[in-house]
């Protein structure tokens, strides 16, 4: 059938279905995880960045590393901690006596693939260091900007935010993750899985190799591929109004919200609604990518009122509340 048909790029036949490989791959190398590894790659192909929640020994350090290791670039991971400064993460100028002049040192946000953990570790200002290179793609010092490279992805990582010591990320800034995704502990039998492939590991020297690996032209011929998938106008309509309950006043959950999502959202939600058709195979957007996509697209975007935090209502449940109540077409 035509209509099942990937769009293919125009450069690359069958990219799709390397992706889909890589997807297995990191499945299989991530177990039980699976929201995680499908969000990475929704990030790669849409270019946006992550925001990881969920508490230590979850396999994020691990998921992020074994993408890295599919996608031809540099990997970095830099450990947040209170003592941490803004130019520690984005660089610094250094004064060069032999001319008296100043050069730029890069700091590690110049990677390809960059994991920040704990980012709420860290204060306001190195934070908002990190994100708004992240917004900018790129780097001010004085007058000069220094571009980040054209493949450029971040995994932050959280922990739940009940934990002491810590720095909220700004709400405001919140909105520049594509995506916030929550990890969970595995199963039972997902975990029997992990010990039998860590004993694995542990006994072997040699590095599991992916099957694929995958260029930065890839990555970008992939992006234009998604933007290439189609999207009815039926289904536009519903994903905007997914996004304008979340603000209106006499909307579904306006009791629990006080402030809205931005249109950032809504330009998220589209992306992650394409890449996604895109990952499985299609070449049309349904409403079950945008349903797929709306709990981590929405999450972080939604800030809750009093009302909601004194019910225990979590974001989590307005979302599902506004899924039920906006009429699917
Ligand atoms: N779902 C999983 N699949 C494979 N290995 C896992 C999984 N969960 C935990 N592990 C193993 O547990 C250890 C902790 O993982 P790590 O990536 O360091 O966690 P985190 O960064 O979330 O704290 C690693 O050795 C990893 O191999
Ligand atoms: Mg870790």
Redesign the pocket.
Known sequence: MSDQQSVESPTQPNLARRFQECQRWLGS?????QALVDRLLMALVTGGHLLVE??????????I?ELASIVHGDFHRIQFTPDLLPSDVTGTEIYRPQDGSFVFQQGPIFNNVLLA?EVNRAPAKVQSALLEAMAEGQVSVGRTTYPLPELFMVMA?QNPIEQEGTYPLPEAQLDRFLMHVE?NY?DSD?EA??LA??RA?QGSTEMAEPPVQLSQQDVFDARQAALAVYMADSVERYLIALVQATRAADGPVARYVDFGASPRATIALDQCARAGAWLAGRDHATPADVQAAAHDVLRHRVLLTFEADAQGITSNQVIDELLNEVPVP
């Open positions: 190398r991530i177990l039980g995880q969920g508490p230590p020994g979850l396999a994020k350090t691990r998921a590393k953990d990582t990890v595995p997902a899985g992990i492939l860590v590991e």
